[in-house]
């Protein structure tokens, strides 16, 4: 089995384990969701990411770590957004 195919296996099952845990737990909150998927990405690959080597791929991954990057700081934004809101009262 190639990294990236042990890769996407690792990224389904963490994303069914963060599914079910916040099943569990009563928050059906998508923006929480969406950080902690794209922390378990983040950890996904820099685990595959080759050391004296550079795949094709990587030039794909290195867009989509950045488009992702750009999401999990939108995010932030918005919570700490709200979070300001709902202080000001």
Known sequence: MRKT???????????LAVSSFM????AP?????????????FIIVYTIHPV???PGYMRNMRRMTIASTALFGL????RVLELNEYWSL
Do not use: C, E, P, T
């Open 52 to 54: 004296f080597s550079r």
């Open 75 to 78: 995010l932030v934004a918005l």
């Open 5 to 15: 195919d042990a890769a996407s296996i690792a990224l389904a099952a963490w994303m």
């Open 29 to 41: 909150n998508l923006k929480l969701f969406m950080a902690i998927v794209l922390v378990g990405f």
């Open 23 to 26: 099943y569990i737990l009563h």
